[in-house]
């Protein structure tokens, strides 16, 4: 019960774009999901709310994935680059001596 309390407070405190951003990322208890749905329900959010939040998450969520995979292919890209260049410079002491 002071758990409830608790998350009821912190709940609370947050704006409703947050309780939507915290409703969508998932990850929470069935007594958390109740009392955020409280919370959500007192403010008078709605399912297009929730759904927007949820689309805008998903928006976020695949723009860090894609980022991530960019990041990636550059960091690959970078060893290959110096791999070559150490390879050229190997080749060019080899003849060289």
Do not use: P, Q, W
């Amino acid at each position: 019960m002071e758990e409830d309390s608790r998350l009821r407070e912190h709940y609370g405190a947050l704006s409703t774009d947050e309780l939507l951003d915290i409703s969508v990322s998932g990850g929470l208890t069935e007594v958390a999901k109740l009392l955020l749905d409280e919370e959500l329900a007192r403010r008078g959010a709605s399912a297009v709310d929730y759904a927007a939040a949820k689309a805008a998450r998903a928006r976020i969520d695949a723009d860090r994935e894609r980022n991530t995979k960019r990041f990636l292919f550059r960091i690959r890209l970078a060893i290959i680059f110096l791999v070559v260049i150490a390879m050229i410079g190997i080749c060019i002491e080899f003849f060289l001596t």
